[in-house]
């Protein structure tokens, strides 16, 4: 399986965008990258996966460049309630299992 | 459509005592996952189902771990006898067949004293 690296914390204010990156050296060919958003107390929250390329949804981007060793999630102004931890996970396949590392806590000032 | 299930939400128990855990997964959904969340990390897979089959259980201690899904659709994790090490939070989470999203329940949060 895949090991994937991302900072531990990030800060960031209100209405700025932020971007989350992630190393991800030993990704197999077949692998997506998928990326979950947990609240304290909630379980994780699906928010975006993608392939390569750019993947954009309702509330963020996701950018991998064409090596795709590493990828990018983008938040665009965000806000109090954006405080949460991010997971970038490489989705293993066929088997549909995923492997959490430990995340990036964001915390967002006003 | 209503989310994944748990219960009970927090559980107390002392060391060598036993506890099950509950998960009702969204209806239609074949794929089912047990997660340890232990403070501060990531959720770890314990075990995985399709339908009533075990997909892979390789990351559950089966010394006192044990799972099922007798019918294909509610699950029940047991730790018997607990340890201090147990104490986490357990995520139940559940997948349709095509589709990667994987939706999580609340979780259980153990505490073994």
């Known amino acids: 399986l895949a090991k994937t690296t991302q900072p531990i914390s990030m800060d960031s204010y209100e209405g700025q965008e932020v971007n989350i990156t992630c190393s991800h050296n030993n990704i197999a060919t077949n692998d997506y990258i998928t990326w979950y958003q947990q609240f304290p107390s909630q379980g994780p929250r699906f928010i975006i996966q993608?392939?390569?390329t750019k993947v954009t949804n309702e509330v963020a981007s996701l950018f991998i460049p064409a090596d795709r060793k590493s990828s990018t999630l983008s938040l665009p102004r965000v806000s109090l309630s954006d405080t949460a931890v991010y997971y970038c996970l490489v989705d293993s396949g066929s088997a549909r299992q995923l492997t959490f590392g430990s995340g990036t806590q964001l915390t967002v000032l006003p | 459509e209503a989310g994944v299930a748990q219960s009970p939400r927090y559980k107390i128990i002392e060391k060598r005592q036993s506890v099950a855990f509950w998960c009702n997964p969204i209806s239609g959904h074949a794929t089912l996952y047990w997660y340890q969340q232990i403070l501060g990390q990531g959720p770890k897979l314990l075990i995985q189902?399709?339908?009533?089959?075990?997909?892979?259980d390789s990351q559950l201690p089966k010394d006192r771990f044990s799972a099922e899904r007798l019918k294909g659709v509610d699950s029940t994790l047991k730790i018997q006898p607990a340890k201090l090490e147990d104490s986490a939070v357990y995520l139940c989470?559940?997948?349709?067949?095509?589709?990667?999203?994987?939706?999580f329940g609340p979780g259980t949060r153990l505490t073994v004293t």
């Open positions: 989470a559940s997948r349709t067949s095509g589709s990667d999203e994987q939706y």
């Open positions: 993608g392939y390569k």
């Open positions: 189902f399709q339908n009533n089959g075990v997909v892979d």
